[in-house]
């Protein structure tokens, strides 16, 4: 008999499929001993996220009284206060505001320059490169007072504006060094042929250049989202008193000398990081994809 007709099945018979073996394989102590290790730095990573979470639905009396306790019961009390009670909601619409903005102006900005560097040449562009990757070696702290000074001479401290340019500014340096690496080994053929069709350097770029950056940019996005939804210290300097400030200066400010409201820290802190938890668990696979991408590019 053939071997199409060993294939065949009667009908009403069922075809066996092939069983698989589900004998688990042993851990070998090396393994045991690895497994161990990265539950232990699971647990130390979580444990201040965990209790911050504990003590978000706890009141002042209890967490002053008992501050490793439980929670006596879950309530939403802490979570209404905190906007009802302080400018969090103001500071959460300013963070999101700051992050929104700056990152499409990065996105908008810095690919067209790090191609304009790379695709034109010569000693200006050597020269432009040069200076934007100064602005990496240069600490914040030596350029703080300036920028401070500046934005107050043109009005323009203690605003939303200031905190954007400053971050546009600094975040523009990392973009320049990690795109230029990458547009180095996109193949100039594509873009001659796109030359030859009558299309211009700007729409090139849009059109050709640009979808070939997107494991890249997606990359860049996320690490500077995160940054910007996260950073403390840029809104501290450049918003007064007279603003909300962002979430992270809004948590600051309800620490006292005296008394802390501890129950809405820890409530406006979880509320913080659900955000950036979200955003890089939705976006981990093209972050570490751009990453490996970029590097392998580079």
Known sequence: MSTETELLVAPGEKRQRPRRDRTRKKLTPGQIVVMVVLAVLVLIVASPVLYALLNSFRSYSEITMDPMGLPTEFTLDNYIQLFQQTDYGEAL????????????????????????IE???????????????????IPFQVRMIPLVKGFDDVGLYSTLTSVILVHLGGAASFGILL???????IPIEVEEAASIDGAGKFRTFWSIVFPMLLPVTSAFVIIQALGLWNDFFIPLVFLDSSSAGTINVAINRMVGLLTSQWQLI?????????????????FQRYFIKGMSVGAVKG
């Open 93 to 116: 619409i300013n963070t999101l505001i700051i992050t929104v903005a700056t990152v499409v102006l990065l996105v908008a900005i810095v690919p067209m320059a790090a191609y304009g």
């Open 179 to 185: 795109y230029c690496s990458f547009i180095k080994g």
């Open 266 to 282: 820890y409530t406006g802190a979880i509320l913080a990081i659900i955000p950036s938890v979200a955003i890089f668990a939705a």
């Open 119 to 137: 695709r034109i040449g010569g000693r200006t562009s050597r020269w432009i490169y040069v200076l934007f990757i100064a602005g990496l070696m």
